[in-house]
């Protein structure tokens, strides 16, 4: 069983078409996956109608053509980034809103099939709902046993420590996951990544939390820059142009070759095998790209390579 790896169908049902999503799918708990990572808003951008879906409704028709894979997977999927307005995003976002969480979930459920997820997710904060309701409206969900664990996407370490707070005050369950992107490069001093939401890069800060509270997991989104740590064709985001990324690129194709494999697999190693730990999540459209992750997540390095990789700087 692989756990330490979450499957992105992300684009499951529009940029990548049912054919080739089943078979990822299939290969995946062939392999022995477990967790597949989705969300509501998937993928409005993508899509004709501007709005998302697309994918939990992929997925939900790949469940009910495998009778029995339901119990050998955990499925992971988010609310907060649909649209309520066909290309007004992100301003007219459904927000965390108790009826938003509430309706929010109906659909995934409905889409998926289910009856449950195993973990669900504020995908990024809402500035205008209280958090004492955004906090109630997820713990409600937990105590229903519609839900499993609870997560949060895109929040500031201060907005999780305070959402951890308000749930332990109202006797509610809390976050117990957190996701944001996260990789072995680091952006240039005084910028930040420019895949993700203002507040969605881990940062040292964030690292030190999770170190000092060790009931939250960490999910790391976008860990293999879109395929630019391998191919020439994917340059790499103007942030890590600097001195730095050629020394931890130097350091990476040193322990590629000690292991014989490649930056990525290297990447994934170093963040499934860290402190803290983190579980990557692979978006893939190839199956020879979805074993080379497996094969990333099961790469054990050695406390002397882990050393170097920390230490370039």
């Not at 066909?86 to 109906?106: D, H, M």
């Not at 906090?135 to 201060?158: D, H, K, P």
Request: net charge negative.
């Amino acid at each position: 069983m692989i756990e330490n790896l979450a499957l992105g169908a992300m684009l499951f049902g529009t940029l990548t078409d049912e054919r080739r999503s089943f078979e990822l799918l299939d290969r995946f708990v062939d392999a022995g996956g477990v967790w597949i990572d989705t969300a509501n808003c998937y993928a409005f951008w993508a899509d004709p109608s501007g709005f998302g879906g697309q994918s939990e409704e992929l997925l939900g028709r790949w469940l009910a053509r495998r009778p029995g894979v339901r119990d050998r997977i955990r499925i992971s999927t988010k609310v907060g980034c649909e649209p309520t307005v066909a290309g007004r995003f992100p301003e007219t976002a459904e927000g965390l809103s108790a009826e938003a969480v509430k309706s929010g979930i109906e659909g995934s459920l409905r889409r998926l099939g289910t009856d449950h997820v195993e973990l669900y997710w504020a995908h990024k904060p809402d500035p205008v709902t209280p958090l004492e309701e955004t906090v109630a409206a997820f713990g409600e969900l937990v105590s229903a046993g519609t839900v499993g664990r609870l997560g949060c996407s895109n929040y500031a370490v201060w907005e999780v420590e305070r959402a951890r707070q308000t749930a332990r005050a109202g006797g509610c369950t809390g976050f117990t996951a957190v996701q944001q992107h996260h990789t072995y490069l680091r952006p240039r001093p005084g910028t930040r990544p420019s895949v993700v939401h203002r507040f969605g890069a881990v940062s040292d800060e964030v690292l030190h939390y999770l170190e000092h509270h060790p009931d939250l997991a960490l999910w790391a989104y976008t860990p293999l820059l879109a395929g630019a740590y391998t191919r020439a064709d994917k340059p790499l985001p103007t942030e890590y142009d600097h001195a730095g990324t050629a020394r931890r690129l130097a350091v990476l194709d040193e322990i590629a070759a000690e292991t014989g494999t490649n930056r990525n697999r290297v990447v994934l190693a170093w963040l499934a095998g860290g402190n803290p730990a983190a579980t990557p999540i692979i978006g893939v459209s190839r199956v020879e790209q979805l074993d080379e992750a497996i094969a990333g997540v099961s790469l054990k390095l050695t406390a002397e390579q882990r050393d170097r990789l920390d230490a370039a700087m």
